[in-house]
């Protein structure tokens, strides 16, 4: 059994951090060090992610360089590295010192990726290591390879479509209304179309931004999904937008990760005549999935039995529950962690944002968000 060294370079550039910036532990013979990972660092990053039959959408290099660029926030992102330097695991994660949430050091969708349970094992030692040094009031990981029982569980769900079917099965297994609603829609004009070269995002935005105010969630800015075109790029989204009379009221916004699609952002704005338009555009993704010989299509997380829960269950698909762990430090007496109260809460907050008119919404929204990356 080998001793692996936690290794934290802020700490050790500022001693005032922690009063023990190394630490150490045991675990799988190979590995050596579990450190920060840089700019240096994302190529060999993005090699393991794309070695990982497992790995998820928020697990891209890419991100690194998204929230360096459009949030307030410090990306922290671990690698455990063997004796040659080979990446062995990675969690991609970000400090953020916001008034709503506080101080805390969160992952980022996905969790750990690792090769082993011991490796995993190390990285949330050096996580909760981290969280100390930065005097974070808490960590949280949202799924991944977790074997220590967190102070507090939340539950998640993610509803998966297997798309490796053809297209009359994956008809077959959509609820007889929603089929119905599809038809209807259909017939009233409204159209899907993919837009290969994600020119027409920032149109998807702002009406992703106006149904976000509708909602009562202050929307991330127009910054972040510029910052997603430019350091994920085209191989790694997909943008469908739907429209009527020509003009956009919806879409969905997909990042690819080896055989699979997951669906980051979805929105659409209806009105009388094209209050099914949703049902489309989720029918002509899954649709496009399957004739492009994709495995899967994640549509994203949801709050067990909430009702974005109950539409997602409305195309066939299965179920993955995948809990998000919180661990508050020891001497921190943490606020609402991760504001899973406010989100499963809705009160006045939500009530007077939804209210707001748009351009003062879309103004404050982002600044609100740039330390809330993801929520």
């Known amino acids: 059994?080998?001793?692996?060294?936690?290794?934290?370079?802020?700490?050790?550039?500022?001693?005032?951090?922690?009063?023990?910036?190394?630490?150490?532990?045991?675990?799988?013979?190979?590995?050596?060090?579990?450190?920060?990972?840089?700019?240096?660092?994302?190529?060999?990053?993005?090699?393991?992610?794309?070695?990982?039959?497992?790995?998820?959408?928020?697990?891209?290099?890419?991100?690194?360089?998204?929230?360096?660029?459009?949030?307030?926030?410090?990306?922290?992102?671990?690698l455990a590295l063997d004796a040659a330097g080979a990446v062995r695991g990675i969690l991609p994660a970000y400090y953020s010192h916001s008034l709503l949430a506080g101080r805390h050091l969160s992952s980022l969708e996905g969790g750990v990726l690792a090769e082993a349970q011991p490796v995993a094992d190390a990285i949330v030692a050096e996580a909760r290591a981290l969280r100390d040094r930065r005097r974070a009031q808490y960590l949280q990981l949202r799924g991944g390879l977790v074997d220590d029982a967190a102070a507090v569980a939340v539950a998640t769900v993610h509803t998966i479509i297997s798309t490796d079917r053809p297209s009359e099965a994956l008809w077959a297994a959509v609820k007889k209304k929603?089929?119905?609603?599809?038809?209807?829609?259909?017939?009233?004009?409204?159209?899907?179309?993919?837009?290969?070269?994600?020119?027409?995002?920032?149109d998807f935005y702002d009406v992703y931004a106006a149904r976000m105010r509708d909602l009562g969630t202050p929307v991330v800015g127009w910054r972040a999904f510029d910052a997603m075109r430019t350091y994920l790029g085209v191989s790694r989204l997909r943008l469908y937008l739907v429209k009527y009379d020509n003009r956009p009221i919806g879409g969905m916004l997909c990042v690819v990760n080896g055989n699979r699609w997951t669906d980051l952002y979805a929105a659409a704005q209806v009105t009388e005549a094209t209050e099914f338009a949703n049902?489309?555009?989720?029918?002509?993704?899954?649709?496009?999935?399957?004739?492009?010989?994709?495995?899967?299509?994640?549509?994203?997380?949801?709050?067990?039995?909430?009702?974005?829960?109950m539409f997602k269950r409305k195309w066939g698909g299965a179920d993955v529950k995948i809990p998000y762990h919180f661990y508050p430090a020891s001497d921190a007496r943490p606020r609402d962690m991760g504001l899973q109260e406010m989100k499963l809460h809705k009160g006045l907050t939500q009530r007077v944002w939804s209210r707001l008119p748009l351009p003062i919404a879309n103004r404050f929204g982002p600044l609100v968000r740039r330390q809330l990356p993801f929520i």
Not at 26 to 46: C, H, Y
Not at 178 to 190: L, P, S
Not at 282 to 309: C, E, K, M, Q
């Open 279 to 309: 049902y489309l555009l989720y029918w002509h993704v899954i649709r496009d999935a399957s004739a492009l010989g994709v495995a899967s299509l994640n549509l994203g997380r949801s709050t067990p039995d909430s009702g974005v829960h």
């Open 178 to 202: 929603t089929r119905w609603a599809i038809r209807q829609t259909e017939k009233v004009g409204v159209t899907v179309e993919q837009d290969t070269g994600l020119g027409q995002l920032h």
């Open 1 to 78: 059994m080998l001793k692996i060294v936690l290794f934290d370079p802020m700490a050790q550039a500022d001693p005032g951090l922690a009063e023990d910036p190394v630490a150490t532990l045991s675990v799988e013979p190979g590995i050596t060090l579990v450190r920060l990972a840089g700019e240096a660092d994302l190529e060999a990053w993005q090699a393991f992610v794309d070695s990982r039959p497992d790995a998820g959408s928020l697990h891209h290099a890419g991100w690194f360089r998204v929230l360096n660029t459009a949030f307030d926030v410090e990306p922290c992102y671990l």
